[in-house]
């Protein structure tokens, strides 16, 4: 198929990447971070990476949102994918949900409001979603998949959740929607790549979030770790299907791992540490490996996606900076 990308001038922000990145004192994450300064000055000179990477080849992202997943809860869990996509490419511990405290994006760590960034790229003081009464929803911002077909109506959007609300929120953008329990999510994600060419895929496990407010939030809890293992197995499933793809070869993938909060006790909502930090992985061809200590808001999810398909981003959107990918 032909490359309908547009043409793509990618100021290489490899320095912005060296910037953000950790000064663990994990000895193992800085030489990672050492790695990566290495590799960035070396490619400033040449290509940038994921240039180089994607040149010629279509450009595509899978979204995976797990909701409710705490950022701590990865590595005591049995998540080998996780792990590996968050060692693989550009990731954070520290992100975070519920706006910037004390300005007038601070706002619950609900999940209708929060997927509702994740989706805008605008917090709610911008999408007015502000509670989980999605009935009485009035839809004030674009989600991104919708900006992606409005640049470009061929891109096939595909999603598959888990929550009905977040139906409500893709507001007709994809070409195909499925809502299931997760093994459904799972399956349906490996039939459309296997028979569709989708430019996003988009998926929301609910599981974990489901996990938390049954038993509690944390690693503390094994039933929450298990179930934090069970959609690494699903997303262990979905990426094979990725890899199975016959024009594999010619295409450039982008994986995001995203959650929309985390969780204390058995519940979320408000602003504690455990409800606020989440993780936020980026990673796939042409992305450089960092592990960054403080990262964005999950506002920059949209523009992520955007900028790592090309597809431009209007300044009077006043969107957030990508992550771990460098901005046009
Ligand atoms: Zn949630
Ligand atoms: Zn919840």
Known sequence: MS??????ALALAA?????????SSDDATAERSTTTTADAAASSTTVPALEAACEGKRRHVLVVGIDGLRADSIEPAEAPTLDELAASGTS???????????????????????????LTGTWSNRHHVTDNEFATWKLVEPNFLQRIKDADPEARIAAMEQWIPVRVLLDGAADRDDIGAGDLVASNAVDELGTQDPTVLFLHFDDVDHAGHDTGYGPDNPAYLEAVASVDGHIAEVLDAVESRPDRGDECWATIVITDHGGLGTGHGGQSPEERTIPFIVTGDGIEVAEVADGPGHDAVAPTVLTYLGVPIDDEWDWAEPFGVPAS
């Open 15 to 23: 320095g912005l990447l060296v910037a953000t990145a950790s000064c």
């Open 3 to 8: 490359n309908r990308r547009r043409p793509f």
């Open 92 to 118: 954070t511990m520290h992100a975070y949900a519920g706006g910037e405290l004390g300005t007038p994006t601070e706002q619950g760590t609900v999940s209708g409001p929060r997927w509702a960034t994740i």
